[in-house]
């Protein structure tokens, strides 16, 4: 499974942003896309993950509300669109995949084997 994360750049706060996540090559049973941000001296975060056959979707808690997560099937794309955006939102954002697992499993980063290359979101004034 190949991934290609983009659409990152600088951002006012309060302002928004949307990612992209070009998706290709996906091997048997692959089937969920999952958005992670690297904050600054901080631990990889999950934000959200979506089903790319049914559109079923997963969210951290704390990011619910600010942020969706879509897929476009015909362009092979999954989108995060992040509102309201504040500083503590700064980091590199990749997006991962993996198969169909546990609902309560897809928060954990250990568990996609698959990653893209990561894309720079800054929230500054």
């Known amino acids: 499974v190949q991934l290609q994360a983009s659409g990152g750049g600088l951002v006012q706060p309060g302002g928004s942003m949307r990612l992209s996540c070009v998706a290709s090559?996906?091997?048997?049973?692959?089937?969920?896309i999952g958005w992670f941000r690297r904050a600054p001296g901080r631990e990889r975060e999950f934000i959200a993950a979506?089903?790319?056959?049914?559109?079923?979707?997963y969210f951290a808690d704390s990011k619910k509300g600010r942020f969706t997560i879509s897929r476009d099937n015909v362009k092979n794309t999954v989108y995060l669109q992040m509102n309201s955006l504040k500083p503590e939102d700064t980091g590199v954002y990749y997006c991962?995949?993996?198969?169909?697992?546990?609902?309560?499993?897809?928060?954990?980063?250990?568990?996609?084997?698959?990653w893209g290359q990561g894309t720079l979101v800054t929230v500054s004034s």
């Open positions: 991962a995949a993996t198969r169909p697992r546990s609902p309560d499993t897809y928060h954990y980063h250990q568990n996609y084997p698959h």
């Open positions: 979506i089903s790319w056959s049914g559109g079923r979707t």
């Open positions: 090559g996906f091997s048997l049973g692959i089937d969920y």
